[in-house]
């Protein structure tokens, strides 16, 4: 994942509270994923407007953590969930 590029959630891809077993899940036609608190935080941020940049300075001032590792970790997160078509971005 690149600096400018824009993640977004594609339609009919949506962030859930499962409030039975308490957890946020990431839900998908026919498909979901369990979130831990960081996968949550993450996606949080995604709002298919800012740019994995913003994302990662946001949630570096946020948890005050060094945006590189932010990047890094948040990088191969969201990679995966792209690979599993959970998420689309635009360069």
Same mark, same amino acid.
């Given at each position: 994942?690149?600096?400018?590029?824009?993640?977004?959630?594609?339609?009919?891809?949506?962030?859930?509270?499962?409030?039975?077993?308490?957890?946020?899940?990431?839900?998908?036609?026919?498909?979901?994923?369990?979130?831990?608190?960081?996968?949550? /935080?993450?996606?949080? *941020?995604? !709002?298919? +407007?800012?740019?994995?940049?913003?994302?990662? @300075?946001?949630?570096?001032?946020?948890?005050?953590?060094? /945006?590189?590792?932010? *990047?890094? !970790?948040? +990088?191969?997160?969201?990679?995966?969930?792209? @690979?599993?078509?959970?998420?689309?971005?635009?360069?």
């Amino acid at each position: 994942m690149q600096t400018a590029d824009i993640p977004a959630l594609p339609r009919g891809v949506r962030l859930h509270y499962d409030a039975v077993r308490e957890t946020w899940v990431l839900l998908a036609p026919e498909r979901a994923v369990t979130l831990d608190g960081i996968g949550h /935080a993450i996606l949080s *941020a995604v !709002d298919g +407007s800012r740019s994995f940049g913003d994302i990662t @300075a946001h949630l570096g001032q946020k948890f005050n953590a060094p /945006a590189e590792r932010i *990047a890094e !970790d948040s +990088s191969g997160f969201l990679d995966a969930l792209r @690979a599993r078509r959970f998420l689309d971005v635009r360069a």
